[in-house]
Each structure stands twice: as structure tokens, then as C-alpha cells.
């Protein structure tokens, strides 16, 4: 028994070794639009398509349900109908350009409370500053979908993220989601009040 104990703590910790080293090397990054209403957004739902966000495999549950805890825990919910937000999500293989912008901290730009508009006057609107990045080795990345005006408000992504086969491929993807959405530290207003979300009408459940 003391033989079957030790080979198994053996195997986790060459599992845990494994994971840390094929996450260790991650470039973890985002971007944001400055006509994002991000003051505003309260629920979500994720894209339907083809890849990995229509997966019904452990690989595509795991993304889900990684993303689903971390908007959860910031006062989001999921919804059926009617959400504010949709979220993608995407696995590159390989190397990839990618371009990208140079920016503030999002939570810094949203206390500085100027976000943009149609109507906003060109000369008072802020310039991007676009950077090419090359992400290697394979990327994930994540989107955040305005509803209203489908234009994506945001994208944060993960460079450098090797997925194996079983269940190590899920401890990876899910600690690169965690990676992730660590840049987008956004709480709902009445989760930063200490009150929590509404539930939506009958007419419009959650999942």
C-alpha cells in the first residue's frame, strides 16, 4: 500500500511539474476598445460556432466553465437571452501575428470615466498606438462581444500555451483562462456595491 501511495504522489507532482512548465513561458496580454461600455455590462452568453467554443469535449467544458467561475465571481451572470456580453474564446496553434495596442490599465482608463461615442468630437477622441506582436508556440484568446453594437470591447490572450492531450490539457487551458481574465479586473456596480446581481424574469433564464 505504501508503494501504491508513493507512486501516486509520484504522479501528481510530475503532473503539476508538467503543467507549470507548459505554462511557464505563457505571454499573457490584452487590449480594449474606448468605446466599451464596461461600466454597464451585467450579463453574458458565449458565442455558438464551429472550433473549440462548440466543443462538447472536456477541452471546450473546461474553457466554459474556467470563464464562467472568474465572470461569476465579478458579478456577471449568464444568460439566454438578452445578454450585454458574448464571449469568445479561440486556441491558435503554431506562431501567429497578432496586432495589438499599446494602453493604460483598463481599470485605470474606466475611473477615468471617458469613454467614447458616435458622437464623440474626432479631436477630443484618444489614438491608438498599435504593436505587433508575434505569439508563439500556440495562443488562447478571449473576446468580449458589446451586443449592442457588435463590436469587441475586448481581448485578452495567453502566447506560449502548449495543450496536451487528457486531462494535464485541462489544468492548462483553465490556469490560461485564469492568466487571462486577470486583466480584466471589472466588477458589476452592484457587485462592487455588496449587492447581489438580479435574477432575470421567467421569460429570460440563465442557464
Not at 490539457?169 to 487571462?180: K, T
Request: with cysteine; proline share 3%.
Amino acid at each position: 500500500m505504501l508503494r501504491i501511495i508513493n507512486s501516486l504522489s509520484l504522479i501528481g507532482l510530475v503532473a503539476a511539474l508538467a503543467a507549470c512548465m507548459t505554462t511557464r513561458e505563457a505571454k499573457v496580454d490584452s487590449d480594449y476598445s474606448y468605446r466599451g461600455n464596461f461600466r454597464h455590462y451585467r450579463t453574458y452568453d458565449f458565442v455558438t460556432g464551429s472550433g473549440l467554443t462548440a466543443d462538447t469535449s472536456r477541452l471546450g467544458t473546461s474553457v466554459r466553465e474556467a470563464i464562467q467561475q472568474r465572470l461569476s465571481a465579478q458579478g456577471y451572470r449568464l444568460a439566454r437571452r438578452r445578454p450585454d456580453m458574448l464571449v469568445n474564446f479561440r486556441v491558435y496553434q503554431g506562431d501567429m501575428n497578432f496586432h495589438g495596442f499599446a494602453q493604460e490599465d483598463l481599470t485605470q482608463w474606466i475611473k477615468r470615466n471617458i469613454e467614447e461615442t458616435d458622437d464623440t468630437p474626432k479631436e477630443e477622441r484618444q489614438g491608438y498606438q498599435p504593436v505587433r506582436l508575434l505569439l508563439a508556440e500556440g495562443t488562447l484568446l478571449v473576446t468580449l462581444i458589446d451586443v449592442k453594437t457588435n463590436r469587441a470591447v475586448w481581448n485578452g490572450y495567453a502566447s506560449g500555451v502548449s495543450v496536451p492531450e487528457g486531462p494535464m490539457g485541462e489544468i492548462v487551458l483553465r490556469r490560461s483562462v485564469r492568466s487571462i481574465l486577470d486583466r480584466y479586473r471589472v466588477f458589476t456596480e452592484e457587485f462592487a456595491n455588496g449587492s447581489l446581481p438580479r435574477t432575470e424574469s421567467s421569460g429570460e433564464s440563465d442557464r
